[in-house]
C-alpha cells in the first residue's frame, strides 16, 4: 500500500507558495535547520554511549554562568557550521555566545536574523531527560551593511517564523511561520521529519501545572496564591489540577502545547526577571503557542509585546491554554481573590 506521508521539506516548499514575494531564502534556511537537528539528534540519542563520553561537563562556564555540557557545545557549534552556509542569514543570536555571530559575506543579502537556545535544558541529558533546541527567525530591518542593535532587538511581533525540536523518545520538530503551527516526527530509519502533529492547537483550558515550587518562599504573595488555587481540590477548580515539573522548558512546553494548562517561571526575590531568556527562549515559544491558540505574558504583558533590551535579558514567563494564563494574570494584578 502506497503509504501517503508528507515530510517536513515538503511542507517547508509547500509553505513557500503561501508567500508570493517567496524567494526560497526561508526555504532554504528552514532547511539547514531541519539538517542541524538530526545531526544534533543523533548525538543526543549516542550521548548515552560512554564510548563516545558526550555526556561529561567541561571546565567551561557559559555566558549564563552555567557549566557547558559538551552537547551544549556540540549543538551550538553544529547549528553555527551549517547556518554559516546559509547565504540568507546575517546574524545569529545564541544562549552560548555572550554576543551575537555576524555573518561577514551575508550581511548584504542575508535577510534573516537567527535567535536560538541550541540545546536548552542540557543539565538534564545525564539523567536521560527530554531536551531541547528552541529558534525564531526574523528579518534584518535595516538596509545598511551593518547588522544594527535594531536588527537583533526585535519584538517577537515582527517574526517570521520560529519552533522547537525535542530530543525525547522521539524527535519532534514542531515550527510555525505564522499559519498555524505544525510538528514533525524524525522517522530514523527514513531519515526523514514526517508530519506527525498537522495544525496543532492548544486545548482553551488544561488542568496541568506546572512550575518549580521549591521556589515557592521566594515567590510574591500574589504568585504564592495562584498556586495554593491551583493546589485546593473544591468544586471552583474541578476537576482538579495535577502538578507536572520536568525541569526542562522545551519538554514542559511540548507537554502543555499537547494536553493544555499552564508553564510558569515567574519571578522571584532571587531572579526578578525569573530565569528564562526573553529572546531565544520565551520570544519563540509565545509566537508558536499563540499561533496554535494559546496565551503567553510575563504574568502582565504579552511576550511578543516586550521589546528587547540586550540579547540575553530574562523575563517571567507565563505560557499555555488561554484560560489558564489569563486565570493566572489575574492572581499577579491582585484581580482574583
Ligand atoms: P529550575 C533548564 O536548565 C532550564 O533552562 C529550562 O529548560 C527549565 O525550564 C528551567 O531551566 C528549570 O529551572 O530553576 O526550575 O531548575
Redesign the pocket.
Known amino acids: 500500500m502506497n503509504r501517503q506521508f508528507s515530510t517536513l521539506s515538503q511542507c517547508i516548499r509547500e509553505n513557500e507558495k503561501e508567500f508570493s514575494q517567496a524567494t526560497g531564502a526561508y526555504t532554504g534556511l528552514m532547511n539547514e535547520i531541519l539538517v542541524a537537528a538530526k545531526i544534533i539528534s543523533q548525538e543526543v540519542n549516542r550521548a548515552g554511549l560512554s564510548v563516545i563520553n558526550i555526556l561529561e561537563q567541561t571546565d567551561n562556564i557559559n555566558v549564563q554562568g ?1 557549566v557547558q555540557q559538551k552537547l551544549d557545545i556540540f549543538a551550538n557549534s553544529s547549528l553555527k557550521n551549517i547556518l554559516k552556509r546559509s547565504p540568507y542569514l546575517c546574524a545569529i543570536i545564541s544562549e552560548e555566545d555572550e554576543k551575537p555571530t555576524i555573518i561577514p559575506g551575508n550581511v548584504i543579502k542575508g535577510k534573516y536574523i537567527l535567535s536560538m537556545d541550541p540545546l ?5 541529558i545525564d539523567v536521560n531527560v527530554s ?1 531541547g533546541t528552541i529558534f525564531s527567525i526574523s528579518r534584518k530591518l535595516s538596509s545598511g551593511t551593518e547588522v544594527t542593535k535594531d536588527d537583533l532587538l526585535q519584538k517577537g511581533e515582527n517574526l517570521v517564523g520560529a519552533g522547537y525540536i525535542i530530543y525525547g523518545s522521539s524527535t519532534v520538530f514542531v515550527y510555525s511561520t505564522g499559519n498555524g503551527v505544525h510538528g514533525f516526527t524524525l522517522d530514523p530509519g527514513l531519515g526523514e521529519f514526517l508530519l506527525s502533529y498537522p495544525n496543532m492547537k492548544i486545548p482553551s483550558k488544561g488542568t496541568i501545572y506546572s512550575v ?1 515550587e ?2 515557592y518562599d521566594l515567590w510574591s504573595d500574589q504568585q504564592k496564591k495562584c498556586v495554593e488555587y491551583l493546589r485546593k481540590r473544591d468544586k471552583a477548580t474541578s476537576p482538579p489540577y495535577n502538578a507536572r ?6 519538554a ?1 512546553f511540548h507537554r502543555t502545547m499537547l494536553k493544555g494548562g499552564i508553564f510558569m ?1 515567574p519571578a522571584n526575590s532571587i531572579a526578578p526577571n525569573g ?2 531568556r526573553l529572546l531565544y ?1 520565551a520570544i519563540p515559544l509565545a509566537y508558536i503557542v499563540e499561533n496554535a491558540g494559546g496565551k503567553a505574558s510575563n504574568g502582565f504583558q504579552r511576550i511578543l509585546e516586550i521589546h528587547p533590551n540586550e540579547i540575553h535579558q530574562r523575563v517571567p514567563l507565563f505560557i499555555g491554554s488561554k484560560e489558564n494564563v489569563e486565570m493566572a494574570e489575574k492572581f499577579l494584578s491582585g484581580e482574583h481573590k
Open positions: 552555567e536548552d535544558g542540557s543539565s538534564n531536551i518549580n521549591g521556589n515539573y520536568i525541569g526542562s522548558l522545551v514542559d517561571y530565569k528564562l527562549e
